[in-house]
């Protein structure tokens, strides 16, 4: 079943419990965009994303890592 809402985005990975929250999203009927707020996040989403079918991975950077130089070249 595909599911009825969706979030814009969200980060999994800052929350308590990730998979008890993509658990949870699923029984609602919630899907979630759950992306990192730097590249390297990726692949733990789409672990994530491969496991929970309301979950769909994307790479992120926040723009004021960007700016402030923390995230290199």
């Known amino acids: 079943m595909e599911p009825r809402f969706f979030d814009t985005h ?5 929350m308590l419990s990730p998979d008890a929250a993509a658990s949870e999203s699923a029984a609602l009927d919630l899907g979630l965009f759950d992306c990192g707020v730097d590249p390297r996040d990726f692949a733990a989403a789409k672990k994530r994303a491969s496991r929970y079918p309301n979950i769909i991975a994307g790479a992120g950077l926040h723009p004021w890592w960007l700016a402030d130089g923390r995230c290199g070249p």
């Open 10 to 14: 969200c980060h999994l990975d800052l």
